[in-house]
């Protein structure tokens, strides 16, 4: 990489360089394991002229996105959150039976859905056939494409514009920021809403959350940098709110800049709290790979010892995110026999790099393990509540983010290292 993507400034400076995994959603059939395995650079950087963090694209969204392994309406925490997000952008956009109502990158129809509840017209933009396809049978009308200028402007004389445009994790998602900012301004309505939900790249590097590198994401945004990435595509942001979902995200809500107005205080104070953090300078970033491999030796402390002892350990989901923690410690079934997934498209694969087997839940219930390593540990509270059977033969809980935790029933023992 020798140009920031969004700006075109060659001061690119390393933030964390992860070695070369694979890509994380490239689940290995069984026939697939005797045979080569592509892998490509992980090195997040970060421009020192926008602030925009970013990684090389190496891969191709056509290479990730046609067939698709993740599904939305798996986590149940996640369709919730979407409800509650449609219920209140009815109030906010004043939406009703005349609005319309696009998302891009639609996964199968888990926030569209309550749209659809509603009879508001809607759209799902969609590039992944089978998530599609899963998004039509459920009765949500999803077009398979990627978003562009083009398709944007295609949709708009079709259906016309939207009220709401959403894209909920899927800005991270694509190389060409700019194009893709102006398909989000061909699709709205001149007097519309746009909402995106991406990671915060604040609590990425304040909570160790490096397993959310992956070549997925192409960047990494703060609000600073979010603000200058909606500018190239006509679009101004008008405020934001702090999410808890994925380790800590933001909603940006932004119109087209020629009806947005001042932004609210909550902008302000989103980017003093950026600035303080020191991620509008080289201080913010420069510790932050000395603290990623602690993550690494403590978890891999961890599971030598309880090897050692001849504990078992498991897996509970199989994310992107766990694929990276995966490649980057070397972990393998010597030491992490499996893991489980709700999603019955991963059952009988195994995770890219690693070659763990990926097995459906109940077979915890069945091995009855002393550790349950949870990869997902962005739906903490979900799944201390969901895995809590667990404690009922001794197990325990293990959580590798932000640091090593155990659950030992409700207390939470940390470990000392």
């Keep these: ?63 990730t996105f046609k067939e698709y392994a993740y599904f939305s309406s798996y986590s149940t925490s996640w369709v919730e959150h979407a409800r509650t997000f449609v219920a209140d952008a009815v109030e906010r956009v004043g939406l009703g039976p005349d609005s319309f109502v696009v998302e891009v990158a639609s996964n199968d129809g888990y926030l569209l859905k309550h749209v659809v509840d509603r009879g508001i017209r809607c759209l799902g933009i969609e590039p992944s056939v089978n998530v599609g396809a899963a998004a039509r049978d459920a009765g949500v009308p999803t077009l398979t494409e990627f978003l562009s200028p083009e398709t944007g402007a295609a949709v708009r004389a079709e259906h016309g514009p939207a009220n709401l445009v959403v894209a909920n994790n899927v800005y991270a998602h694509i190389p060409d920021v700019v194009g893709f900012t102006q398909g989000l301004r061909a699709l709205v309505a001149d007097d519309g809403w746009v909402s995106i939900e991406v990671q915060h790249l604040l609590t990425l590097i304040e909570e160790n959350q490096y397993d959310t590198v992956y070549h997925e994401h192409f960047q990494y945004y703060t609000v600073a940098s979010a603000i200058r990435a909606l500018a190239s595509g006509g679009l101004a942001l008008v405020d934001v709110e702090l999410l808890p979902t994925h380790g800590g995200s933001i909603r940006l809500l932004a119109r087209p800049a020629e009806v947005a107005g001042e932004p609210s205080r909550r902008v302000a104070d989103v980017l003093d709290r950026e600035k303080a953090a020191g991620l509008q300078e080289l201080s913010g970033y420069t510790e932050f790979s000395a603290r990623v491999a602690k993550v690494r030796r403590d978890l891999l402390k961890f599971l030598i010892e309880a090897a050692e002892r001849g504990e078992s350990v498991v897996g509970y989901g199989a994310p992107g995110k766990g694929n990276t923690l995966l490649n980057h410690c070397g972990i393998r079934p010597d030491l992490l026999a499996y893991t489980v997934d709700r999603n019955p498209y991963k059952h009988g694969r195994f995770t890219p790099g690693t070659r763990i087997p990926i097995l459906a839940p109940e077979q915890i219930a069945a091995d009855k393990p002393d550790y349950v390593l949870v990869l997902p540990w962005n739906l903490r509270t979900e799944l201390v509540e969901q895995l809590s059977f667990v404690h009922e033969w001794g197990g325990r809980l293990v959580f590798p983010i932000p640091e090593l935790s155990i659950v030992e029933d409700a207390a939470v023992k940390e470990i000392a290292t």
């Design 1 to 63: 990489m020798t140009r920031c993507r969004l700006c075109g400034s060659a001061a690119l400076e390393s933030v964390v360089d992860l070695g070369a995994t694979p890509p994380c959603e490239s689940f290995l059939a069984a026939d697939q394991l005797d045979l080569p395995e592509p892998a490509y650079p992980l090195h997040l950087r970060v421009c020192t002229d926008c602030w925009l963090a970013q990684i090389p694209p190496l891969i191709t969204p056509e290479d």
